[in-house]
């Protein structure tokens, strides 16, 4: 099915005689970018124009603005410059990038190498030794002579690629460096968003700790009141135990807090690049971080060319592909030549005089014949390889459509949910003001109080989760997009300075 470069059934002599006119001919099928999605949008229903709105710095609608191609930099829209600047010093530091970079530069020179098989193979020596050997003479056939042997001289050895096995065998090479290539930028793309994410993390966890604080605050000066209210015989002990337990529960939850908000700040260090004791790593709050209000959302068929993940499933079924051929080739006839010149001579002054010359030239027609159906066997591993690569290929692009689908939803969600919460942390405020004026008349109950601060509790917590939230669905939708690496000074001058010969496959930094 896929032996493109067959030929036909011909006896050993024929096939050897026709070598030369299927020099230009690979075996194998070649390879074809595979075509994106028809799709016109990511989800069954369509996205509105903007988010909801909600009161507050970061309840601003988001504009879905399709088209818009993504800054290489996205992080930067968040106007954070201690976050642009942790970054940075990140993408220096990271062994993560740094090993993904040292697999790239290995790959690199591996298809170097495969490459130099299209290429004459050239050797030289010189050799003495010292020798005894059996001198037959008329007179004494069983005499022997020792001797020294000096002898220099080049060899040459040239294996035909007949049959395209070696183009193949390189063309795989070149896959494998895109799909390091295309980890690198995984890898930089999955730094950048978890550094954002983490921090978003660390800020919601600073508002959470200060809510916790000022609710215990207001729970603390309750309790004084009640107490005093205990002492003149107003009310029963139980409603002062009641109101103890609930700051209690309040301060219970501090720790907790603390233990999340430190290990968040090791992992923003280890994340840069340094160890978890550093002290002077910027602090981030949700003020600190301002919510884009314009959301670049590119065309579906755009996607398959920015995402890494995709680019990378692409190489790896184009790699093989290419062994396809690479097992096809192995079918046929392989020739090499071969060629040697040189002097050998028994002193070192005669080595390089006419009657020391040594040459040799030949050719070999190495035709596989019988191998218990071991090389049939490969080829139709290499093409069940093959398909497997296609599959994961399909799986890898219908898994990221997928993932901006939900990250569209969820930030359409994020903006109702936060509307939502910010309506409830006003009424929750509202009520708990109320109910405690009253209490101070004396016109209801403590557990009219305790109730209200507990349903305050709740709405302050839930508020800055969902502010948090948006922050950290934005910044999944640029990651979802594929983080604009194509926008990356460095890639914008690479491929302005590669010539186009040498674009490692179409469109590669131009998705």
């Avoid at 020099?23 to 074809?32: I, L, M, N, T, V």
């Avoid at 075509?35 to 988001?62: D, I, S």
């Amino acid at each position: 099915m896929m032996r493109l470069c067959e030929g036909p059934s011909t006896p050993f002599a024929a096939v050897a005689l026709g070598a030369a006119l299927l020099a230009g001919c690979a075996s194998g099928p070649d390879f074809h970018t595979p075509p994106a999605p028809a799709a016109e949008r990511y989800t069954a229903q369509t996205l509105p124009a903007e988010t909801a709105a909600a009161p507050g710095p970061a309840g601003q609608a988001q504009r879905f603005v399709s088209g818009r191609d993504i800054p290489g930099e996205w992080w930067t829209l968040f106007r954070s410059e201690p976050l642009d600047r942790l970054i940075r010093q990140a993408l220096a530091d990271s062994p993560t990038l740094a090993a993904a970079q040292a697999t790239l530069r290995q790959a690199q020179e591996e298809l170097r190498a495969g490459s130099s098989a299209l290429f004459p193979q050239v050797d030289a020596g010189v050799g003495a030794a010292r020798q005894r050997a059996n001198v037959p003479t008329p007179t004494d056939p069983r005499a022997t002579g020792v001797f020294n042997l000096y002898n220099a001289s080049v060899q040459v050895s040239y294996t035909l690629d007949v049959f395209g096995g070696v183009r193949r065998q390189i063309e795989a090479l070149q896959a494998q460096a895109d799909y390091q290539d295309d980890q690198l930028e995984a890898a930089h793309l999955a730094l950048t968003a978890n550094l954002v994410t983490t921090a978003v993390q660390e800020a919601a966890l600073r508002a959470q700790r200060a809510a916790t604080q000022d609710i215990a605050a207001i729970q603390q000066k309750q309790l004084d009141l009640v107490e005093r209210r205990f002492q003149l015989g107003g009310i029963a002990r139980s409603e002062v135990l009641a109101q103890q337990a609930l700051l209690a529960q309040t301060r219970a939850a501090l720790p907790g807090i603390e233990r999340s908000l430190a290990q968040t700040r090791h992992r923003l260090a280890v994340l840069a690049g340094r160890l978890p004791d550093a002290a002077d790593l910027p602090e981030f709050t949700l003020e600190s971080l301002q919510l884009p209000v314009e959301l670049p959302v590119s065309v579906p068929s755009a996607l398959v060319r920015q995402r890494p993940d995709i680019r990378a499933a692409e190489a790896l079924l184009h790699s093989a592909n290419a062994l396809v051929g690479v097992a096809t080739a192995n079918l046929y006839p392989q020739i090499t030549l071969s060629g040697s010149y040189g002097f050998a001579a028994t002193s070192p002054g005669r080595l390089f005089d006419g009657n020391s010359v040594l040459w040799s030239a030949g050719a070999s027609l190495l035709q596989p014949l019988f191998h218990a159906g071991q090389l049939d066997a490969r080829r139709a591993a290499a093409v069940a390889a093959h398909d497997a690569a296609a599959a994961q290929y399909r799986s890898t692009v219908l898994l990221a459509f997928q993932n901006v689908a939900d990250t569209l939803r969820a930030l359409e969600a994020d903006a109702l949910t936060l509307q939502a919460q910010a309506e409830a942390e006003a009424t929750a405020r509202a009520s708990l003001d109320l109910a405690t004026r009253q209490y101070q008349l004396g016109a209801t109950s403590s557990l009219a109080v305790l109730d209200a601060q507990r349903q305050y509790q709740q709405a302050r917590v839930a508020l800055v989760q969902a502010q948090a939230a948006r922050h950290a669905d934005t910044a999944a939708l640029f990651q979802a997009m594929g983080g604009g690496w194509w926008n990356r000074p460095d890639r914008v001058a690479e491929a302005r300075d590669r010539p186009a010969a040498e674009t490692r496959r179409p469109n590669r930094t131009e998705p």
